[in-house]
Structure formats: C-alpha cells, structure tokens
C-alpha cells in the first residue's frame, strides 16, 4: 500500500521542512520545520466517502500554525488513543499538543536541556511515550 498527497500548503519565508507525521485514524497531519515551524493539517474525507485509494478525494479543513518552539522542528509523533500531538526542537524542548475546541493547544512542556531528541514513540494504549536522545539516554 501506498498513499499519495497533493495539496499545495504555503509554508511562510519558504521555510526547511524537517519532519511530517500523519494521524491516519482521524486526518491528521503535523509538519514541522526550521525558525520553530510548526503546522497542523486536517483532511476531510470527500462528501462521497465510496471513493477509496488514489481516486479518493479531501479537502484540507485545517490548517493551524502552532507557536511554542523557537528552533528547528526535529522529531513528531501522534498520540492516536488521546488525539496528541507531541513535537520536539533543536534544543531539546518536547511539547504535548491538545485538540480543545477545534483548535490546538500546549498541553505540557519538557525541557532537558542535555541533549537533542532524535526519536520518540508512543505505547499502543497511548499512556507512556519513550524518547531518545542524542547522548544515548532513553
């Protein structure tokens, strides 16, 4: 299986896109970048929810840029249980993002300040993330 996007989404000053993770259970979609870039995307299926695969038809119902990091997006990753977006920066900043209301929200903030994340990854029920840094800590 494969899957194939083509929405044309303005990203300000041209900015480096560094990192995408896809929600696939509710549409969802965050990209993060350079200068603290941060983007989160909704795709509404089609009207005609038959239409299936590459045919298939969405239309982008969000598009929110979220403010919280100042350096380069590097690392993000879903919460699909809780509907979460978590993210993480150059610095090593993590922040847990929350839908409330239509709109997205900071939820809790970690700050290491040791070392760089370069992975993370949520358990199946959504409870425990675990996070990997750049100086071997997990």
């Not at 303005?10 to 993060?32: F, R, Y």
């Not at 299926?45 to 239409?51: A, I, M």
């Not at 045919?55 to 993000?76: D, F, R, W, Y």
Request: glycine content about 10%.
């Amino acid at each position: 299986m494969f899957i194939y996007l083509s929405k044309k989404i303005a990203i300000p000053n041209n900015t480096k896109i560094n990192c995408l993770a896809w929600s696939s259970e509710q549409g969802w979609i965050g990209v993060g970048g350079d200068n603290g870039l941060l983007k989160v995307l909704k795709l509404d299926p089609g009207k005609d929810g038959k239409v299936k695969g590459l045919a298939a038809p969405a239309n982008l119902s969000m598009n929110q840029t979220l403010e919280g990091h100042s350096g380069k997006v590097q690392v993000i990753t879903w919460n699909e249980n809780h509907q979460k977006l978590t993210t993480s920066d150059q610095s090593g900043l993590i922040i847990v993002w929350m839908l409330y209301k239509g709109s997205w929200y900071e939820e809790m903030i970690n700050n290491r300040n040791k070392s760089v994340v370069k992975g993370m990854a949520w358990n199946s029920d959504g409870q425990k993330i675990c996070i990997v840094y750049e100086d071997g800590a997990v």
